[in-house]
């Protein structure tokens, strides 16, 4: 029987920015229709493994596979052709651009538009009648929203999520923890996401792996009844 291989699959990966090494020989793997939170408190490498894998940084030793393809010297661009959607920490909104322009960018053409739409507005009804309006002029929440939506237009096979609750309300989170779980049950959307909100990130996750000073040292099934303790333990040190 031929085996499936993961959406995505770190094999001992060390990479950082020019002199200074970030992430130590990292090893994981995200299956098909998995999602996977990586957890740790600032500063430990986390965004710095999801440009490495979407080859924004070089990989200075190890390999970076998505499925069956090997994505080590892939450039960003290539690596979104390989079904992969990214929502960087830093909200790369077009802010002068109006939500429909920023929620087209994730389409190879204008004419999946109406579509693909029609099932974001019911994840995120908020902007079903606000299509006009410039993305800049939206709340910090309804950033982060447009955000989720513009990379679930392109339908990815893997998406990637770098801190999306950061700073927001509760009601916030639940509608993109709906969201994310309805994506998954209804498309099969393999995901990997970057948290420290250790709530949200066990409710939408099959597993969690915790990252410190660039090396992954704990990992476990995120249903597990000591997930939580085992996480914050980590996040305190």
């Given at each position: 029987?031929?085996?499936?291989?993961?959406?995505?699959?770190?094999?001992?990966?060390?990479?950082?920015?020019?002199?200074?090494?970030?992430l130590n020989?990292?090893?994981?793997?995200?299956?098909?229709?998995?999602?996977?939170?990586?957890?740790?408190?600032?500063?430990?490498?986390?965004?710095t493994l999801?440009?490495?894998?979407?080859?924004?940084?070089?990989?200075?030793?190890?390999?970076?596979?998505?499925?069956?393809?090997?994505?080590?010297?892939?450039?960003?661009?290539?690596?979104?052709?390989?079904?992969?959607?990214?929502?960087?920490?830093?909200?790369?909104?077009?802010?002068?651009?109006?939500?429909?322009?920023?929620?087209?960018?994730?389409?190879?053409?204008?004419?999946?538009?109406?579509?693909?739409?029609?099932?974001?507005?019911?994840?995120?009804?908020?902007?079903?009648?606000?299509?006009?309006?410039?993305?800049?002029?939206?709340?910090?929440?309804?950033?982060?929203?447009?955000?989720v939506a513009?990379?679930?237009?392109?339908?990815?096979?893997?998406?990637?999520?770098?801190?999306?609750?950061?700073?927001?309300?509760?009601?916030?989170?639940?509608?993109?923890?709906?969201?994310?779980?309805?994506?998954?049950?209804?498309?099969?959307?393999?995901?990997?996401?970057?948290?420290?909100?250790?709530?949200?990130?066990?409710?939408?996750?099959?597993?969690?792996?915790?990252?410190?000073?660039?090396?992954?040292?704990?990992?476990?099934?995120?249903?597990?009844?000591?997930?939580?303790?085992?996480?914050?333990?980590?996040?305190?040190?």
């Amino acid at each position: 029987m031929t085996s499936v291989a993961p959406a995505l699959r770190l094999e001992g990966v060390s990479s950082g920015y020019k002199a200074s090494m970030v992430l130590n020989d990292v090893s994981l793997s995200v299956p098909r229709g998995a999602c996977a939170a990586l957890l740790g408190k600032n500063g430990m490498g986390k965004s710095t493994l999801l440009k490495t894998v979407m080859g924004y940084l070089p990989k200075l030793r190890g390999r970076v596979r998505l499925g069956e393809v090997d994505a080590t010297r892939l450039r960003p661009h290539e690596v979104a052709r390989c079904g992969v959607a990214y929502a960087a920490q830093e909200q790369p909104l077009f802010p002068d651009l109006s939500i429909r322009d920023n929620l087209r960018l994730g389409l190879a053409r204008d004419s999946l538009f109406d579509e693909r739409f029609e099932e974001i507005a019911e994840l995120f009804p908020v902007f079903a009648s606000r299509l006009r309006q410039h993305a800049g002029t939206l709340s910090g929440g309804e950033q982060k929203m447009l955000l989720v939506a513009r990379g679930l237009m392109q339908r990815p096979a893997l998406l990637l999520l770098d801190e999306i609750t950061e700073g927001l309300q509760p009601s916030v989170i639940e509608r993109l923890a709906g969201a994310l779980n309805w994506e998954r049950e209804r498309r099969g959307t393999s995901m990997f996401i970057v948290e420290q909100n250790v709530a949200f990130a066990l409710r939408v996750a099959d597993r969690y792996l915790v990252l410190k000073q660039g090396a992954i040292v704990d990992e476990g099934e995120a249903g597990a009844p000591d997930a939580a303790g085992h996480i914050i333990d980590h996040l305190k040190v």
